[in-house]
């Protein structure tokens, strides 16, 4: 038999198709059967959001970003608070007015308060700002990583699954065994 015909993919392909869930009900499912292939499906379809989320949240800092760009202003701010998620800071625009965006500043590593920083800004929207040179590029890592992590978890709760309904399974026909 030739390599990619089948006979040396039959094994792996059998043991995937063990983890992964059926969409459709079989007939001859019984209750725990298909207690046990939702269950899996519940697993799968979280697995596919987290990898949405970090899909929509690359997205997300690429529109900050066009928007940004579209009416792009300059200026110097001082960081009043820094975090690794979350930086606090100040700034005033050539018109004299002092902002303090709610949400922070957009991409906000390597900051630490008391810092002078220069940011760009929206300038139809002076809370929409990020730390100067900065881009949605830097997104992509922490988007990608919390996708593969969500997978690594999803896989670990199928194998998981499978073992707890193959431990029940076993249980089950060793009470109905004759003796």
Known sequence: MSRWGGGCWAKPVKFVRRFLPRLAADPKETRRQRIFRRIRVGIVIVACLVTLQSVLMVLGAWRNDRQIERNMGVAAAEVLSAGPRRSTIEFVTPDRVTYRPELGVLYP???????????????????????????????????????????LVAIAALFAVTAVERRVVRRQETRTAPA
Not at 129 to 148: D, E, F, K, M, Y
């Open 109 to 151: 590593s390597e900051l630490e308060t008391g810092m002078n920083i220069y940011v760009e800004y929206d300038v139809n929207d002076p809370d929409l700002v990020r730390v100067q040179h900065r881009n949605a590029s830097l997104a992509i890592i922490p988007a990608g990583s919390t996708a593969v992590v969500g997978w």
